[in-house]
Nanobody, 127 residues
Framework: DVQLVESGGGSVQVGGSLRLSCVVARYRFYNADHCMGWFRQAPGRGRDGVAI???????RYAESVKGRFTISKDYAKNTLYLQLNSLKPKDTSTYYC????????????????????WGQGTQVTVS
């Protein structure tokens, strides 16, 4: 099975930045059509979609993070990234990397149940 391992979380001040990484094991980005995404979940809340990147590099973002967060992937390193800028207290959450097969998944940004593979999560705290 595909394995996803996140890192890069931490505690930052309001307005600060972080870069989250998700190393993908047992699967190569070149293998087949796939989608990758970042989701987040705060205590007592559901898991919300943050950003998605399709096989062709198309991206889609939640309205709350547009202009502040950037999703990208490095084929050589088989790694997915999420750059978080201008962080706000409401961005405090556990962030999860996710993957699924398929060429286009933008419509699944807010459908966490449709994603097949998940990482263990990395905590981001903004204060």
């Amino acid at each position: 099975d595909v394995q996803l391992v996140e890192s890069g979380g931490g505690s930052v001040q309001v307005g600060g930045s972080l870069r989250l990484s998700c190393v993908v094991a047992r699967y190569r980005f070149y293998n087949a059509d796939h989608c990758m995404g970042w989701f987040r979940q705060a205590p007592g809340r559901g898991r919300d979609g943050v950003a998605i990147i399709d096989s062709d590099g198309s991206t889609r973002y939640a309205e709350s993070v547009k202009g502040r967060f950037t999703i990208s992937k490095d084929y050589a390193k088989n790694t997915l990234y999420l750059q978080l800028n201008s962080l706000k207290p409401k961005d405090t959450s556990t962030y999860y990397c996710a993957a699924r097969s398929g060429g286009y998944c933008g419509y699944l940004l807010q459908t966490s149940a449709a994603w097949s593979y998940w990482g263990q999560g990395t905590q981001v705290t903004v204060s």
